[in-house]
């Protein structure tokens, strides 16, 4: 009976756009949900450091470097966020970690691509944190409170993100002809993968019922997909790149463009663990977790000496 009217009260909160706070009670199915969700939200942020962070020391100017370095480290705090909100939902830090270590959580498929030229730096800014915030501007309205106001303070952060990779790009593209083609191909490598950024099609993504009715999403893998295509084809326009995919046209009757098929073996392949650097991704994060445990002890020291004083 109490369950009934615990279950009603938060379907009434739900229906109401009411969010869902930490200690409110709460379906099991929808804990586990944010947790699934939050914490490979977070592994992203903090895995999407790597094929950055490989250019800090070969950025073309002390300008471009330090804007890459602000830029990565917002990042790192976009994860501390992101853990956070997921820790009030009853799971330790240490759990999370496990679970990306042991191949049980994913993060973003678009990580696991290299880095190869400083346009592809401009590619990720641009189209990688392009593509996060249409998905996160759609977050900040999620049902659980913690969870959309880190998405708040996050999309703050983003937009400036995408600008600095576009500025990249378009400066490349009003450069010599080395690198214009420079340029494009960053674009050619990651136009692809940054659609797959969405997910599957709704039709194949066994989440969105539940997220749909739960409002965690508020917007669908496609209909996303959609509005960052939309909007990304102009962009690529006014600085002269090419967008490779030979089936994009301009639809009228639909105020949208058509696009051609995903890759989709290669997103399977790539989000269990088979792409060009998840070996290497995951490696570096172990090795950085066990160097750092000494931190992580001497923190907890103090803190457990603070909690003794205060018992005492
Ligand atoms: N990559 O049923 P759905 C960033 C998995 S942040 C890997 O559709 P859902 C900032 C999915 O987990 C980028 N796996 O799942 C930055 C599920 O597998 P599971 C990260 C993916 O959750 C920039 C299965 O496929 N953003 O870039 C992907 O309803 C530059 C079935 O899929 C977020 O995480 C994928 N792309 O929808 C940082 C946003 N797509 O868990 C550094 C929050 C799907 O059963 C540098 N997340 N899968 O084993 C979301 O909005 C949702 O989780 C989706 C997937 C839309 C990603």
């Given at each position: ?99 990306l270590h042991d191949g049980k959580a994913k993060y973003s498929n678009i990580f696991n691509y290299p880095s190869l030229t ?107 997909r959609q509005k960052f295509i939309d909007k990304t084809v102009q962009q690529a326009e006014v600085i002269g790149l090419t ?70």
């Amino acid at each position: 009976m109490e369950h009934i009217d615990h279950l009603k009260v938060f379907e009434t909160k739900i229906e109401q756009d009411i969010n869902i706070e930490a200690k409110d009670w709460m379906p099991d199915d929808y804990r586990k949900h944010l947790i699934r969700q939050i914490s490979q939200h977070a592994h992203s942020e903090v895995i999407g450091m790597q094929p950055e962070g490989n250019w800090i020391t070969r950025a073309p100017s002390l300008r471009a470097k330090k804007i890459l370095l602000a830029k990565i480290q917002d990042e790192g705090g976009h994860g501390l966020y992101l853990y956070s909100a997921a820790e009030t939902l009853g799971i330790g830090r240490d759990e999370l970690i496990q679970q990306l270590h042991d191949g049980k959580a994913k993060y973003s498929n678009i990580f696991n691509y290299p880095s190869l030229t400083w346009a592809d730096i401009g590619a990720i800014g641009w189209l990688v944190d392009g593509a996060a915030i249409v998905n996160q501007v759609s977050l900040q309205r999620t049902s659980y409170g913690p969870y959309s106001r880190a998405m708040v303070r996050i999309c703050k952060e983003e937009s400036f993100h995408q600008r600095q990779g576009y500025e990249i790009m378009a400066k490349m593209m009003a450069g010599t002809a080395a690198q214009r083609e420079m340029a494009q191909d960053a674009m050619n490598r990651w136009w692809w993968p940054a659609l797959m950024m969405f997910g599957p099609h709704d039709t194949d993504s066994p989440h969105t019922g539940n997220a749909v009715k739960w409002k965690i999403k508020r917007q669908s893998n496609d209909t996303l997909r959609q509005k960052f295509i939309d909007k990304t084809v102009q962009q690529a326009e006014v600085i002269g790149l090419t967008i490779p995919d030979p089936d994009l046209k301009w639809n009228e009757e639909k105020k949208s463009y058509d696009h051609g098929e995903i890759n989709w073996n290669e997103f399977r392949e790539v989000i269990n663990g088979n792409g060009p650097c998840n070996r290497q991704r995951m490696s570096n994060h172990i090795k950085a977790h066990e160097e750092g445990e000494w931190v992580r002890k001497a923190a907890s020291a103090y803190s457990n000496k603070q909690k003794l004083r205060v018992s005492q």
